[in-house]
Antibody
Framework: QVQLQESGPRLVKPSQTLSLSCTVS??????????WNWVRQTAGKGLEWIGRIYTTGSTNYNPSFNSRVTISVDTSKNEFSLKLDSVTAADTAVYYC??????????WGQGTLVTVSS | DIQLTQSPSSLSASIGDRVTIPCRAS??????LNWYQQKPGKAPELLIF???SLKSGVPSRFSGSGSGTEFTLTISTLQPEDFATYFCQQSYDTPRTFGQGTKVEIK
């Protein structure tokens, strides 16, 4: 069974870049079985899909993030990463990584709360 | 973007009740609708995919129905562990979108 674990700084200053990684275990990120996603959750906006990457490096992003987002994959580490530029307090959220095989999110990380504050 | 509307945002029910949770899509999404359960402090967990397919290991008291724009998650006999928030999510198109959730509370 696939397991995912987020890691990265929990506190980011406004205007800086939020960076998170998701380590995949129980399967190879290169298998081609899944898309690898980032989803965030806030009290105000609920669950928001940020974007996804396939093992080939092909990406899809949510246009609402206005080109601030980059998702990349490192097959040697069996992990994928999220970078969100120019953050504001509105980017304070619980960030999840998730795996989807057919559009539904089969597996989720436990989530990590990232706070944007000076 | 495809909007998913879940109303009510919360409902009260008793152990043993039959509970139905609706989800409406802003356009026809066929059967590309998934349901998740989330408990406080935990990640969402997939219950139902493709509108009515039960994920392996999920109790059979959970079922999904609907197509097009109207969907329903049904819990046939509410158990204590079912008190949680339920979200719908569409996989018809990107960006993927979620409903705002329906919280099932104890009456």
């Amino acid at each position: 069974q696939v397991q995912l674990q987020e890691s990265g700084p929990r506190l980011v200053k406004p205007s800086q870049t939020l960076s998170l990684s998701c380590t995949v275990s129980g399967g190879s990120i290169s298998s081609g079985d899944y898309y690898w996603n980032w989803v965030r959750q806030t009290a105000g906006k609920g669950l928001e899909w940020i974007g996804r990457i396939y093992t080939t490096g092909s990406t899809n992003y949510n246009p609402s993030f206005n080109s601030r987002v980059t998702i990349s994959v490192d097959t040697s580490k069996n992990e994928f990463s999220l970078k969100l530029d120019s953050v504001t307090a509105a980017d304070t959220a619980v960030y999840y990584c998730a795996a989807d095989r057919g559009g539904d999110f089969d597996y989720w990380g436990q989530g990590t709360l990232v706070t944007v504050s000076s | 973007d495809i909007q998913l509307t879940q109303s009510p945002s919360s409902l009260s029910a008793s152990i043993g009740d039959r509970v139905t949770i609706p989800c409406r899509a802003s356009q026809n999404i066929g059967s590309f609708l998934n349901w998740y359960q989330q408990k406080p402090g935990k990640a969402p967990e997939l219950l139902i995919f493709y509108a009515s397919s039960l994920k392996s290991g999920v109790p059979s008291r959970f079922s999904g129905s609907g197509s097009g724009t109207e969907f329903t998650l049904t819990i046939s006999t509410l158990q204590p562990e079912d008190f949680a928030t339920y979200f719908c999510q569409q996989s018809y198109d990107t960006p993927r979108t979620f409903g705002q959730g329906t919280k099932v509370e104890i009456k």
